[in-house]
DNA sequence: TTATTTGCAAAAACTTTGCTGATAA
DNA sequence: TTATCAGCAAAGTTTTTGCAAATAA
């Protein structure tokens, strides 16, 4: 974005390790505190630069669903997420992307459309009990 | 939610009737500008009470777009959105709610589906040019 | 070597909260 | 009258930034 030929370091292929382990979809300060336990000494600002940096490189993406902070996907691929009203986690949900929304949109509403997002809301199995 | 009987007050209907006038989505500080125009002492604290509050009673609702900000839509009824990914601004989208997605996706995911939410991204017609 | 990156601290951006006086009913 | 609400200021939460030291290549 602003700066020459990235680097390849130690924090920045932790933090993209640790992220492609969970399914969980983390916010960058639980990020932080799951990096830590390899990394003691990391700053959480480092936590978010690189998290910025992975995005635009396209190996992870970046998801703002409801609640207050953004949420991180180890998965790049484009696909849909549910939420817990209740708990706040969120898990994928196994639905092909629909691109014919798109096509749609595009000859109604006068924007050049790029893409959607759908995001589910819910209550998960666990708080459902 | 935590008070008792809630009370009609200058700054409640103004605030209620600013939102309604506009399509545009403010976020809670450009409709502080907007509201402050007939109420030059009200406070940013006191609009965004009453945003929460008439979110809560269902007279507006809060979109959580992408961005850094919440936005308030004085429709109601839910419907989706479409956000310039060049200047910000979200407009609506004339699109039917699609109820069969819920419904598909209770089946698979084992939540509760309670919602939807769905927004197109895309660039506006002024920043086409 | 040297341009990029880190850690730290401080700032910025956005939102919420505590308190006292004002006000709707 | 009195419980709710407004205004103000302060604090809280999340994210970004400036800078000097560290480091990948």
Redesign the interface.
Known sequence: MKHGKPRITHQREVILEELKSVRTHPSADELYDQVRQRLPRISLATVYRNLEFLTDQGLVQKI????RQKRFDGNPEEHYH?R??DCGKV?D???DRIQS??K???R??????????????????EC?K
Chains 1, 2 share one sequence.
């Open positions: 703002e669903v409801g609640g549910i817990c009203l898990d949900v196994d639905l929304l798109d749609s949109i595009s109604t509403c006068g924007y050049k459309v790029i893409g959607h997002r759908l995001e589910f809301m819910g209550i998960c199995p459902s």
